[in-house]
């Protein structure tokens, strides 16, 4: 601290009370200091206090303020010239001379007092006095100030940029973001301010920094352009910054390995996806695959009287079916042509009608078909995915948002069945392990210790309702988030505004990341943890630039992240 130079002086007066919450403090003429910077200030018995600029504001002094303030400088060149300056000028020049710049600090943390006679560290919680010299604060004590030393498992999430050039990382343990203490993330923000090339840094140092010690697999949905369909590969030409700022974090430049891409079966079998690379695979849907899910792939067709949902309960619960004739139903050329319901399941013959119906619409998807055979069923991969594997879903040129939720609720529910006490994650495509599944112990089942999901423009999927039944979908990923804080399946989730989606999810976020954003949003529900202030500033970001709010930091934080490492 004492190497920093000084950039003020702190105030107390009845306007500017110091509490042990936060400090004011006069900012020296032509420094400049801006909203989250971090600043540190001598307090009791050697103590240092260290605080996060929440505002800065011009301000006229009272001459009991001035008086007051004046008396506890020490005498020096500068305080000498303008004491005699004010003996000189007129009663305007007075009035200039009281104009000063303020700014408002809330306390993150303060270190502890070694006090002769008690062996024992102190923790002081005390008011900074008056007149207190105040500087930036360096590097140790910004990162005793968020508490980064006490984190056995610490992950980078970012860096603070302070006004006067300083960069020191900022980490989280895994207990924050991958359970049990919090979990999942969610970034918000207006289009264009890099809140998902925010997500895939923190999945990448995620990944980096777990997998040295634990099992962990990714599953990442790739919901628009084709970024995140070159993840195995670097860029040509990487910048000087983006590697000295990898280095500052301790990570790595380097690709996602054992990737996997699943492209969308189009027409004639071929991938429908913007690009096409190496390692991939198209997937597609037998009737036999998601007999027992049809409910996800229905979850947007509004079903007042249930009578599509009597169905729908009925083929699972039937199934394997047959028709009058003893034929079994295999396919969906099948299942299109069956009316043989009980009068119980169809009570009307408008609602057969209609379910016939839909499942004509979804039929001329090219991914809905009665036989595979070069695709594969995704679900089925997703339930034996191993330790270390990434799996890339690419659903960016599916245009039915319906489809696109489908794929999603699917993967969520074959990763639910991993947990699942009946589940055995054997080779499925090894159909000679369907006759041993009853023998095997359950003790003996493997699965990835960490599951991490990627999920942009999540309020597709999971939107804000007033309806009183929740849709299939949304239920699913809600399950999925909640039961994932202490099993170890996270969710990274964005969206451009919070309030677009379900209040449920947004509950169950521990991190939350803010890219620049407009206020009419901030004011909404979903923005409440977020005091006034913080909100002022978040308006005021320029891109790039994000705010971080968690429980183990006492105030958001403002954090930049390395430069994008993959092709775009």
Not at 193 to 205: A, H, I
Not at 452 to 471: Q, W
Not at 534 to 554: D, Q, S, W, Y
């Amino acid at each position: 601290m004492y190497n920093q130079p000084e950039i003020g002086k702190s105030i107390v007066s009845e306007r500017f009370p110091n509490t042990i919450d936060e400090f004011w403090f006069i900012i020296n003429a032509n420094m400049i200091v801006n909203s989250f910077d971090f600043v540190s200030v001598n307090n009791l018995h050697q103590t240092t206090t260290i605080g996060i600029v929440k505002e800065v504001q011009s301000t006229f002094l009272s001459n009991q303020e001035m008086v007051s303030h004046n008396n506890n400088f020490n005498k020096s060149k500068e305080h000498d010239s303008l004491q005699k300056n004010k003996s000189n000028s007129s009663t305007d020049d007075v009035n200039t001379e009281k104009v000063v710049v303020v700014a408002r600090v809330a306390i993150m943390g303060n270190t502890y007092a070694q006090i002769k006679g008690n062996a024992d560290l102190l923790s002081v919680n005390f008011p900074v006095g008056a007149s207190k010299p105040v500087r930036f604060a360096n590097s140790k004590e910004i990162m005793f100030a968020l508490g980064i030393p006490e984190m056995e498992n610490p992950i980078p999430v970012g860096i603070i940029k302070t006004t006067n050039g300083l960069k020191v990382p900022v980490s989280l343990d895994y207990s924050y973001i991958i359970g049990p203490d919090t979990a999942h993330v969610n970034a918000s923000g207006i289009s264009g301010n890099k809140k998902t090339s925010y997500l895939l840094f923190l999945l990448f140092s995620a990944y980096q920094t777990i997998k040295k010690s634990e099992d962990i697999s990714l599953i990442i949905f790739n919901t628009k352009e084709e970024d995140l369909l070159h993840i195995h590969e670097l860029q040509g030409n990487i910048e000087g910054t983006t590697n000295n700022e990898y280095e500052l974090l301790d990570l790595k430049i380097e690709p996602f390995e054992n990737v996997t891409y699943f492209l969308p079966r189009g027409k004639d079998g071929k991938p429908n996806s913007i690009y096409i690379p190496e390692n991939y695979q198209t997937f597609s849907y037998e009737l036999k695959d998601i007999y027992d899910r049809l409910d996800l792939l229905f979850s947007e067709i509004y079903d007042q009287h249930y009578n599509l949902s009597s169905i729908i309960d009925y083929i699972s619960e039937s199934w394997p079916m047959t028709d009058s004739s003893g034929k079994e139903i295999q396919n969906w050329t099948d299942l299109s042509n069956f009316i043989g319901y009980p009068d119980f399941i169809v009570s009307h013959k408008s609602s057969l009608i209609r379910f016939l119906g839909q499942l004509q619409r979804f039929r001329k998807s090219s991914m809905f078909i009665d036989k595979k055979i070069t695709s594969v069923y995704l679900g089925k991969k997703v339930r034996n995915l191993k330790a270390g594997e990434v799996f890339v879903v690419d659903i960016a040129k599916i245009s039915s948002v319906e489809e696109q939720a489908f794929i999603v609720g699917d993967v969520m529910k074959s990763i639910d069945e991993i947990y699942s006490e009946s589940y055995y994650n054997f080779e499925d495509d090894n159909e000679k392990n369907i006759i041993n599944k009853n023998t095997i112990k359950l003790e003996e089942r493997k699965k990835p210790h960490y599951i991490i999901i990627f999920l942009d423009e999540i309020n597709r999927f999971i939107p804000k309702t007033l309806k009183e039944k929740i849709d299939a979908i949304p239920e699913q990923i809600m399950k999925t988030v909640i039961a994932g804080r202490s099993r170890g399946t996270i969710i990274f989730s964005a969206q451009q505004f919070k309030s677009q989606t379900d209040t449920r999810l947004q509950e169950n976020m521990g991190l939350h990341v803010t890219a620049k954003i407009g206020r009419s949003e901030l004011s909404k529900e979903p923005y409440s943890i977020i005091d006034e202030t913080t909100k002022t500033n978040i308006v005021r970001l320029n891109k790039g630039e994000l705010v971080m709010i968690h429980p183990a930091f006492r105030h958001p934080i403002k954090i930049i992240f390395p430069g994008y490492i993959f092709p775009r």
